[in-house]
């Protein structure tokens, strides 16, 4: 009777307990291995306008991931572009690359230019930048997912931008690959014409908009 007693005593002893223990850090230990990797290793990155400080002093690392599961915890945790100050950036890049023209694989590049109207915002703005991050991680274009170098928002009172960057504005298959892709991705109407800039272009440009080298 007393053996019964002990039996079913609510309490376990150390020993199972530590079991328990050691089985869950076990189940941890499972659930982090199978996570999804992605291709590549990304990292983002915030640019807040403050006028007192360098273009580049205003740019921030926020994360780096590679997986899918860390992918959408990272956008599940942070503010929709829509929500951010005009004159602030998000951008995605590949690990090792950083987001400005200066970086030598981006140094030859240039970027596929979607430009937004002052409506879209509410309309299209966070579905596009979404769709241009799963492109990304997804590796969407195929072979030439390797000209991508990453892709940059801007939340801009004149009106919101979002581009692609490849890093060279003379690989011309990648380029118009990566183009019509992305448009078709986007879901934007054939007649709309989008634009492929060199950054040379851009970063000498006087007028407000730089040469396409490609349209899509
Ligand atoms: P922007 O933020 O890309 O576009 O560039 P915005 O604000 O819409 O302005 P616009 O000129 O396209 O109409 C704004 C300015 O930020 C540029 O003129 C540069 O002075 C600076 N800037 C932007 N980028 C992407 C870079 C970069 O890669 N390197 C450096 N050094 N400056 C940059």
Known sequence: MATAVLMSSPIPPDSEIEKCERNLEKMGNVLQFSK??????????????????????????????????????????????????????????????????EDKLNRRGGRWLITLSKQQR???????????????????????????????????????????????YEHKDAITHIGRVYKDRLGVPQKVIIGYQSHADTATKSGSSSKNKFVA
């Open 36 to 101: 999804h990797p992605l291709q590549n290793r990304w990292a983002l990155w915030f640019f807040k306008n403050d006028k007192s400080k360098t273009w580049q002093a205003n740019l921030r690392l926020i994360s780096k991931f590679d997986t899918v599961e860390d992918f959408w915890a990272l956008y599940n945790h942070i503010q929709l572009s829509s929500n951010l100050m005009s004159g602030c950036d998000y951008s995605l890049f590949k690990d090792g690359i950083e987001p400005m023209w």
């Open 122 to 168: 509410r309309a299209d703005l966070d579905r596009f930048w979404l769709e241009t991050l799963l492109c990304l991680v997804g590796e969407a274009f195929g072979d030439h997912s390797d000209d991508v170098c990453g892709a940059v928002i801007n939340v801009r009172a004149k009106g919101d931008k979002i581009a692609i960057w490849s890093r060279d």
